[in-house]
């Protein structure tokens, strides 16, 4: 269980310049189509070789298909987005604003309660989200430059739509074996990406295809959607919503050193701070992982 805290921090972590680099030839929903469809198929012929069976039972497609929606659609094609709209590195930060709101919806809906440990992680990773955060709202207020809301906009909507998907599942959970749930939710994302790039009239790539590419997209198909989306649900199933959201504010600081080592991502002294701030509150719920759960 504490291992599955740092492999999402790698997997998701890296995810965020790999996707940056496939989105240099590879319009946003045919992206997601191939990543996500591609996830879904490797985790069904997984199921199939463990033999299982590949459709879960009637009652968990409602739960497939909301979460599906919510934590898989809405937040990877807001995500492709809102790399096109700021850099990598602010986008990965500004995006782990969904602790802060998985918290919240927890206590709205699930009726979570914050002990003194979660309170202060959530305290820390809040401020640094907010240090990590304030050049873009710096741009849109003092400089007028409504086009940085984007890149505001779109990583707080990827936010909203993990975090509902999660708390979702956590009140309402699904049967069945979880590498074919997770699947079928994958699959669910896919359908919303192809109706996507239908609509907006997209094609898939045929120039471009450099190995630097194909490297990148064979790692956001494998270890950024199959193997960490699994992995995700495993640990959303077994600890509070609260908790499974705040193990993942390790994910923006692996995805920023990421940013800099792979496409040129370049931060400020005060994005250090904002780093420092993050881990701190991350490393506070890894460390407690093990601990008694609290209602």
Sequence with gaps: MRLIPVALALFWGLNWPAVKIVLSICPPFTLRLLGLGSGA???????????????????????????????????????????????????AVLTFTMPMMSALLAWAVLGERLDRRRGLALLLGGLGVAVLAWPVLRAIFADHDLAAARGLAFPLTAAFGWAAGTVYLKRWPVTGHRIVVTAWQLAV?????????????????????????????????????????????????????????????????????GAMALVGDRPAVADWWGFALVLAGAALIVLNLGGPRRA
């Design 41 to 91: 198929a490797l985790l069904l012929i997984l199921a199939r070789a463990k033999g299982l069976a590949l459709l879960p039972p009637r009652a968990s497609w409602r739960g497939i298909v909301i979460g599906g929606i919510l934590a898989v659609a809405v937040f990877n094609l807001a995500v492709a987005w809102a790399q096109l709209s700021t850099s990598t590195s602010r986008a």
């Design 189 to 257: 994302g896919a359908a919303c990406a192809l109706a996507g790039m239908l609509l907006a009239g997209e094609t898939f790539p045929t120039q471009g295809w450099s190995p630097r590419v194909a490297a990148a997209l064979t790692f956001h198909i494998v270890l950024g959607t199959a193997v960490a989306y699994w992995l995700w649900f495993v640990l959303s199933e077994r600890v509070s919503a609260t908790v499974a959201a705040l193990t993942t504010l390790m994910v923006p600081v692996v995805g920023v050193l």
